[in-house]
Nanobody, 118 residues
Framework: QVQLVESGGGLVQAGGSLRLSCAAS????????MGWYRQAPGKQRESVAT???????NYADSVKDRFTISRDNAKNTVYLQMNSLKPEDTAVYYC????????????WGQGTQVTVSS
């Protein structure tokens, strides 16, 4: 079955940058819809960014112009470049995958912690 493993989280100061990676166990990045979600303590998990197999991207309003989602099909890896980080970006970030453009994500990683200090 599909397995997703996130990495790249850590502690940064406000205004700093981090690059998250999501490595897939199967060759799915090129054909699946890939997304990043995040969940802060006491809050619901929310969508951050998505990229389709065709390369179309979508972002939450709160991260537009600061975050960039991309994929490397050869490495079967999806990335989330996070710039100009804010304390409110602090959360566990999860990688997710699904077969179609619509419907729920079927596969999830274990998450990686991102902490932004002021």
């Amino acid at each position: 079955q599909v397995q997703l493993v996130e990495s790249g989280g850590g502690l940064v100061q406000a205004g700093g940058s981090l690059r998250l990676s999501c490595a897939a166990s199967g060759s799915i990045v090129s054909i699946f819809v890939m997304g990043w979600y995040r969940q802060a303590p006491g809050k619901q998990r929310e969508s951050v960014a998505t990229v389709t197999s065709g390369g179309s991207t979508n972002y939450a309003d709160s991260v537009k112009d600061r975050f960039t989602i991309s994929r490397d099909n050869a490495k079967n890896t999806v990335y989330l470049q996070m710039n100009s980080l804010k304390p409110e970006d602090t959360a566990v970030y999860y990688c997710a995958a699904k077969r179609g453009d619509w419907g729920p994500y079927a596969f999830w990683g274990q998450g990686t912690q991102v902490t932004v200090s002021s």
